[in-house]
């Protein structure tokens, strides 16, 4: 009777010691070394530090549950712009009524209140994080009236509240893109950038009534309400794809500047409404002197036009310059045709009269002339000319558009293979934000040193306490505990003494690569461990934290998992989860063979992996060393991708601006791009994927590494694959693919399957690399014959 009460009474302590907080009272703050946080009282919200670089934070509210990937989604940012410190910041309601964002002692951000009486902070279960009078709960601030890129639902957007965009994926500084009431009411969407703004939603060509918008409603109101029906007052409504209650939605004005609503579905956000469906028509997404181009599999991508180059590689959204000079007679240029391109604005002149020759001569004429459009226009009954002065908001539109670029007469000479893109760029940008803003170490006092000692402890409790109410709450499948303890723990830097207890003095080894000897452990929580010791030539240490701050963000199944690194003198050491089933190599040379359904899923958890790293664009990461002894499979036979993110520290010796100028990659999977000296790029891994795939489906005496030691006897092998896959559909037999497949498999797999895996591994080591799909388009087909079956 007396001990289930004990035990009640022991719980309620428990929660109320590790519960979090949804109330800062006044006079206190939140620290960024505590991970002190607020809750919502549904728990939906979060409010606290949130990490967004090297040592780099902000203080954001964001939803509690994590998506699949791991990471949180942010629904409003207090500095944004002015991210603080890893050490000594703190966010504080003060004694005066003033909300204060410190960073050591130096203000980064402040509510700018003030009152006398009793006031505390609170998280809302709507997200909204408000400054309220003890007493009467009336407001005083709230995050709501200062939304950064994001609505959630019943959120106002009053007049002169701005969504104003992320400046990229992992950089969420101000960006570009606005959503605003203009002064005739009208709810836009504007690009702004280097004096550059253009309005792009509504319709700029149409009138605000044509485009449905009523401009006369001067109260400037809009919402997004529980259901998903947004109005605004100028008349603009619609309702999401998802109608309907509870389900959780928010407005997001993304990076690319398309207004979406997004709805959470299994941990991942669904679009059920975005304002523009053709993401190219969106102004400034590929800056100036670029063309856009739309494709459903690989999304968006900028180019530049013949005759111009990238202005900055790694950041498409700097548009191009030309590699010529504009200031010659105008004998010297001649034009070439721009198919079904348009470029919207920026027209010095147009005219309905003019006839082709008329309107390029009115471009040689003027020097401040780009290019001209020439375009038979139904409203008018008859071509238009138009001159362009700048070429902004280019893509393909269709017919009737049609656009000549202006070009010396030698480039127009050189413009042979009618390739209208010189050069095309991924949209990602690759920088990692890092704070170094210097404070005074010394003054770490006793009661300092006290307070962190302490905050371990306390965090260590809730650790515990989070991990005891998971599970007394929830009956965890096995793998979503592994993810929360992850999470929990985080990616973390061990001592070198942690890393020989671990390894118990590098007793264990399993594994040795190019890189280094991989040993087995068992960590301090009991965590079973792969350790990996990185051979010494390895550069500085700034270099092997960038990539460790790289990797610590990485989170995809089809990845291996790394808990952590190690850099102490000269020791660099990953430490990463352990497979049980080793790599891909062990199994397929080892007795217990593995079987067709087995290897057809390692061959698209491998693609996935591969995929994102390439092209999430989270960071860009090439592998440059895809190969068996690469792929570890776990007690459940899923792959995962080993040893990504490393290929930036070795052979750092680079000559010129490529950080990839040495040969790199393994004999027998290596692209021919490392032979010939050409440009390296993602798809140096589709190869080596490709290869692999070959190896895992052909008998294994004919693709060990031993054999196929140079690139001539990869190339026999391929073209030797390759007829035979062609003899057999020539012939409608399948004797000569059953020739060529591992006779362990023989009789068990699915011959659509088969057939679809073998072409896609043929196509991916294509010696052309432009005639190779790309990681996701693998992935794509490879579940298409699936779908098939
Ligand atoms: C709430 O109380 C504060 C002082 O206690 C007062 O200044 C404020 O006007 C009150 N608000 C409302 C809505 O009554
Ligand atoms: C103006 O918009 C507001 C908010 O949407 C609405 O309540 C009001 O009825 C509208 N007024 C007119 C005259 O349409
Ligand atoms: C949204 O759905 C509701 C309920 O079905 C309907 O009454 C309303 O007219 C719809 N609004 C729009 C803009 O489609
Ligand atoms: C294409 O782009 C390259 C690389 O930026 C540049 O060097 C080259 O001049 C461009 N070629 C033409 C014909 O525009
Ligand atoms: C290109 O853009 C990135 C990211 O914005 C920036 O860090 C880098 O300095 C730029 N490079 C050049 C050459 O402008
Ligand atoms: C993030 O974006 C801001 C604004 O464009 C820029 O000033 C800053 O340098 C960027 N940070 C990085 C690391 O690229």
Same mark, same amino acid.
């Given at each position: 009777m007396y001990l289930p009460f004990l035990f009640l009474l022991y719980l309620f302590n428990l929660a109320n010691v590790c519960s979090s907080q949804s109330v800062l009272t006044q006079g206190s703050s939140l620290f960024v070394e505590k991970n002190d946080h607020l809750l919502s009282p549904n728990r939906l919200y979060t409010a606290g530090f949130h990490q967004i670089g090297q040592n780099a934070y902000c203080f954001a509210i964001w939803f509690t549950q994590p998506m699949l990937d791991g990471k949180h989604t942010l629904?409003?940012? *207090?500095n944004r712009d002015e991210p603080v410190n890893g050490k000594r910041s703190k966010f504080s309601l003060e004694k005066t009524g003033n909300l204060v964002l410190t960073d050591a002692s130096q203000?980064?951000?402040?509510?700018?209140t003030k009152s006398n009486s009793p006031l505390q902070l609170q998280l809302l279960d709507s997200g909204n994080l408000v400054v309220t009078?003890?007493?009467?709960?009336?407001?005083?601030?709230?995050s709501f009236s200062f939304p950064t890129d994001t609505i959630l639902p019943n959120q106002p957007f009053p007049r002169d509240t701005v969504l104003t965009s992320s400046r990229s994926l992992t950089n969420f500084s101000s960006g570009f893109y606005k959503l605003y009431f203009d002064n005739d009411n009208v709810i836009r969407l504007l690009y702004n950038r280097d004096g550059i703004a253009s309005v792009y939603w509504p319709r700029p060509w149409l009138l605000s009534w044509q485009a449905?918008?009523?401009?006369?409603?001067?109260?400037r109101f809009a919402s997004l309400d529980s259901k998903g029906l947004f109005l605004s007052s100028d008349s603009f409504t619609f309702n999401t794809?998802?109608?309907? #209650?509870?389900l959780q939605r928010r407005l997001t004005l993304d990076v690319d500047g398309n207004l979406r609503v997004y709805t959470l579905s299994q941990k991942r956000w669904v679009v059920s409404?975005? *304002? =523009?469906?053709?993401?190219?028509?969106?102004?400034?997404? @590929?800056?100036?002197?670029s063309l856009c181009t739309y494709h459903p599999e690989t999304g968006r991508t900028c180019g530049c036009m013949h005759g111009y180059k990238a202005k900055n590689r790694s950041d498409s959204s700097f548009g191009c310059v030309p590699t010529?000079?504009?200031?010659?007679?105008?004998?010297n240029y001649d034009f070439i045709k721009l198919p079904f391109v348009e470029f919207y604005g920026f027209d010095s002149q147009w005219s309905t009269r003019s006839s082709f020759k008329e309107c390029m001569k009115a471009c040689l004429d003027d020097?401040? @002339?780009k290019a001209f459009q020439f375009s038979f226009d139904q409203s008018f009954g008859s071509f238009v000319c138009y001159i362009k002065l700048l070429l902004y908001n280019?893509?393909?539109?269709?017919?009737?558009f049609n656009t000549y670029l202006k070009l010396p007469k030698s480039d127009v000479l050189s413009y042979? $293979?009618?390739?209208?893109?010189n050069e095309s760029k991924l949209d990602c940008s690759t920088s990692v934000i890092e704070i170094k803003r210097p404070y $005074? #170490?010394?003054?770490?006092?006793g009661s300092l040193k006290f307070m962190l000692w302490f905050s371990i402890i306390l965090g260590g409790i809730e650790v515990f306490c989070f991990l005891f109410f998971y599970y007394i709450t929830k009956k965890p499948s096995p793998t979503t505990t592994q993810t929360y303890l992850a999470i929990a723990t985080g990616f973390k830097r061990f001592t070198y003494d942690e890393i020989v207890k671990a390894s118990r003095s590098f007793r264990d080894e399993i594994g040795r690569g190019g890189g280094g000897i991989v040993y087995k452990g068992v960590l301090a929580d009991n965590r079973v461990v792969a350790i990996k010791r990185l051979h010494e030539a390895i550069q500085g240490e700034a270099e092997f934290l960038a990539e460790m701050s790289t990797i610590g963000r990485i989170n995809h199944r089809n990845l291996i998992d790394t808990y952590g690194y190690c850099a102490e003198g000269k020791h660099r050491i990953l430490v990463y989860e352990y497979m049980e089933n080793g790599s891909l190599a062990e199994n397929l040379l080892g007795a217990n063979q593995l079987d067709w359904r087995k290897r057809f899923e390692i061959a698209i958890g491998v693609a996935k992996g591969l995929a994102y790293l390439h092209e999430e664009c989270l960071e860009w990461v090439l592998h440059c060393d895809v190969k068996p002894h690469n792929i570890l499979l776990d007690a459940d036979y899923n792959a995962k991708v080993a $040893?990504?993110?490393?290929?930036? =520290?070795?052979?750092? $010796?680079?000559?010129?601006?490529? *950080?990839?100028?040495r040969i790199r990659g393994t004999r027998g999977y290596m692209a021919p791009e490392w032979l010939f000296n050409l440009p390296i790029t993602s798809k140096v891994d589709v190869y080596s994927y490709g290869m692999v795939v070959l190896e895992m489906i052909t008998?294994?005496?004919? =693709?060990?590494r031993d054999q196929a030691t140079d690139y001539s006897e990869q190339k026999r092998l391929v073209s030797w694959i390759r007829e035979k896959v062609h003899e057999a559909s020539e012939s409608l037999v399948e004797t000569q693919i059953m020739e060529i497949?591992?006779?362990?498999?023989? #009789?068990?797999?699915e011959k659509i399957e088969m057939k679809n895996l073998l072409r896609v591994a043929l196509k991916c080591v294509e010696?052309?690399?432009? *005639?190779r799909p790309t990681m996701s388009e693998v992935v794509k087909m490879l579940l298409d014959s699936d779908k098939e079956l």
């Amino acid at each position: 009777m007396y001990l289930p009460f004990l035990f009640l009474l022991y719980l309620f302590n428990l929660a109320n010691v590790c519960s979090s907080q949804s109330v800062l009272t006044q006079g206190s703050s939140l620290f960024v070394e505590k991970n002190d946080h607020l809750l919502s009282p549904n728990r939906l919200y979060t409010a606290g530090f949130h990490q967004i670089g090297q040592n780099a934070y902000c203080f954001a509210i964001w939803f509690t549950q994590p998506m699949l990937d791991g990471k949180h989604t942010l629904v409003w940012i *207090a500095n944004r712009d002015e991210p603080v410190n890893g050490k000594r910041s703190k966010f504080s309601l003060e004694k005066t009524g003033n909300l204060v964002l410190t960073d050591a002692s130096q203000r980064f951000w402040t509510s700018n209140t003030k009152s006398n009486s009793p006031l505390q902070l609170q998280l809302l279960d709507s997200g909204n994080l408000v400054v309220t009078h003890v007493h009467n709960q009336s407001y005083i601030w709230q995050s709501f009236s200062f939304p950064t890129d994001t609505i959630l639902p019943n959120q106002p957007f009053p007049r002169d509240t701005v969504l104003t965009s992320s400046r990229s994926l992992t950089n969420f500084s101000s960006g570009f893109y606005k959503l605003y009431f203009d002064n005739d009411n009208v709810i836009r969407l504007l690009y702004n950038r280097d004096g550059i703004a253009s309005v792009y939603w509504p319709r700029p060509w149409l009138l605000s009534w044509q485009a449905g918008r009523f401009t006369y409603n001067t109260t400037r109101f809009a919402s997004l309400d529980s259901k998903g029906l947004f109005l605004s007052s100028d008349s603009f409504t619609f309702n999401t794809s998802d109608f309907g #209650e509870t389900l959780q939605r928010r407005l997001t004005l993304d990076v690319d500047g398309n207004l979406r609503v997004y709805t959470l579905s299994q941990k991942r956000w669904v679009v059920s409404w975005q *304002a =523009l469906s053709t993401t190219c028509a969106i102004h400034g997404v @590929c800056g100036p002197n670029s063309l856009c181009t739309y494709h459903p599999e690989t999304g968006r991508t900028c180019g530049c036009m013949h005759g111009y180059k990238a202005k900055n590689r790694s950041d498409s959204s700097f548009g191009c310059v030309p590699t010529f000079d504009f200031n010659k007679d105008s004998e010297n240029y001649d034009f070439i045709k721009l198919p079904f391109v348009e470029f919207y604005g920026f027209d010095s002149q147009w005219s309905t009269r003019s006839s082709f020759k008329e309107c390029m001569k009115a471009c040689l004429d003027d020097s401040d @002339c780009k290019a001209f459009q020439f375009s038979f226009d139904q409203s008018f009954g008859s071509f238009v000319c138009y001159i362009k002065l700048l070429l902004y908001n280019g893509f393909y539109k269709g017919t009737p558009f049609n656009t000549y670029l202006k070009l010396p007469k030698s480039d127009v000479l050189s413009y042979t $293979d009618q390739k209208v893109v010189n050069e095309s760029k991924l949209d990602c940008s690759t920088s990692v934000i890092e704070i170094k803003r210097p404070y $005074d #170490e010394n003054s770490t006092n006793g009661s300092l040193k006290f307070m962190l000692w302490f905050s371990i402890i306390l965090g260590g409790i809730e650790v515990f306490c989070f991990l005891f109410f998971y599970y007394i709450t929830k009956k965890p499948s096995p793998t979503t505990t592994q993810t929360y303890l992850a999470i929990a723990t985080g990616f973390k830097r061990f001592t070198y003494d942690e890393i020989v207890k671990a390894s118990r003095s590098f007793r264990d080894e399993i594994g040795r690569g190019g890189g280094g000897i991989v040993y087995k452990g068992v960590l301090a929580d009991n965590r079973v461990v792969a350790i990996k010791r990185l051979h010494e030539a390895i550069q500085g240490e700034a270099e092997f934290l960038a990539e460790m701050s790289t990797i610590g963000r990485i989170n995809h199944r089809n990845l291996i998992d790394t808990y952590g690194y190690c850099a102490e003198g000269k020791h660099r050491i990953l430490v990463y989860e352990y497979m049980e089933n080793g790599s891909l190599a062990e199994n397929l040379l080892g007795a217990n063979q593995l079987d067709w359904r087995k290897r057809f899923e390692i061959a698209i958890g491998v693609a996935k992996g591969l995929a994102y790293l390439h092209e999430e664009c989270l960071e860009w990461v090439l592998h440059c060393d895809v190969k068996p002894h690469n792929i570890l499979l776990d007690a459940d036979y899923n792959a995962k991708v080993a $040893d990504f993110g490393l290929s930036k =520290l070795f052979h750092q $010796d680079s000559t010129q601006d490529s *950080a990839f100028s040495r040969i790199r990659g393994t004999r027998g999977y290596m692209a021919p791009e490392w032979l010939f000296n050409l440009p390296i790029t993602s798809k140096v891994d589709v190869y080596s994927y490709g290869m692999v795939v070959l190896e895992m489906i052909t008998p294994q005496n004919r =693709l060990t590494r031993d054999q196929a030691t140079d690139y001539s006897e990869q190339k026999r092998l391929v073209s030797w694959i390759r007829e035979k896959v062609h003899e057999a559909s020539e012939s409608l037999v399948e004797t000569q693919i059953m020739e060529i497949l591992d006779p362990v498999m023989e #009789e068990e797999f699915e011959k659509i399957e088969m057939k679809n895996l073998l072409r896609v591994a043929l196509k991916c080591v294509e010696e052309d690399k432009d *005639a190779r799909p790309t990681m996701s388009e693998v992935v794509k087909m490879l579940l298409d014959s699936d779908k098939e079956l």
